[in-house]
């Protein structure tokens, strides 16, 4: 006889917005047998949790939040502490002079929380231990054809090479993917690698296979994909039109 015993997993959802009480972040439990799921926490007094991060260890979440102020809406860069399931306390780390960051990670020593704000296109990092964030903005040289979507330079993303030696950010604006050598003084200032998509592309996001041979980009505005051979950049080729 076959027994199956139900699993209960957590999930952690971050929101742009909220309700009236800022409740932008909440911890769903869910049960993999059935797929039900219900909402077992939100966390107050926090709105635009665009985007996440937890750590390897779990015990500690980052994030983005909106702050408002002199009738401006503003981000800070912050962390939660996580236990049992649990989102408790926050703990402000930086604010920043723009509007709330679209994407945050870790790098992979996860002693650098780097950002990506989308409409001021704006990139940085921020060194954990010392919460001093250094940025730059993306250059306005190159817009691509899609005059609807493409009106100036758009940071997506940032993310990391698997060494941990170079941080790239996806451009929509400028249909690039462009790479940096963020621990080096002045290394966000000019990129070392850029990656060119198609004109109208608009790169979104992208992620290194497991074994660090392939770069995989995610295009928002052709809605297609491309595989990437860092050392045979002229193999490159798009795939199917994704949904």
Not at 13 to 33: F, I, Q, R, Y
Not at 96 to 107: A, I, M, Q, W
Not at 127 to 146: F, K, W
Not at 150 to 172: E, S
């Amino acid at each position: 006889m076959n027994t199956m015993i139900a699993a209960t997993v957590y999930c952690i959802v971050g929101c742009n917005t909220g309700s009236p009480d800022k409740d932008a972040l909440k911890v769903l439990e869910c049960d993999t047998e059935t797929g039900a799921a219900k909402i077992v926490q939100s966390v107050n007094g926090c709105e635009g949790t665009t985007y996440y991060q937890i750590s390897k260890d779990g015990k500690t979440l980052y994030s983005v939040v909106a702050e408002k102020g002199d009738n401006k809406s503003h981000g800070a860069l912050v962390k939660f502490d996580v236990e049992n399931h649990r989102i408790g306390k926050m703990t402000k780390l930086a604010e920043l002079s723009c509007e709330t960051p679209c994407h945050v990670v870790l790098s992979p020593d996860e002693s650098i929380m780097s950002v990506a704000v989308y409409w001021s296109g704006i990139y940085g990092v921020m060194a954990l231990d010392s919460c001093q964030l250094t940025s730059a903005a993306l250059p306005n040289d190159a817009v691509g054809p899609r005059k609807d979507r493409q009106q100036k330079a758009f940071a997506h993303q940032t993310f990391y090479t698997p060494d941990g030696k170079l941080m790239g950010v996806c451009d929509l604006g400028c249909d690039r993917v462009n790479f940096y050598e963020y621990k080096k003084s002045g290394g966000l200032e000019k990129p070392v690698v850029t990656l060119k998509a198609d004109p109208g592309d608009g790169p979104r996001h992208a992620i290194f296979s497991n074994d660090g041979k392939f770069l995989f980009v995610v295009n928002e505005l052709s809605s297609t994909g491309r595989g990437v051979f860092p050392r045979r950049p002229r193999t490159a080729r798009r795939a199917v039109p994704t949904i």
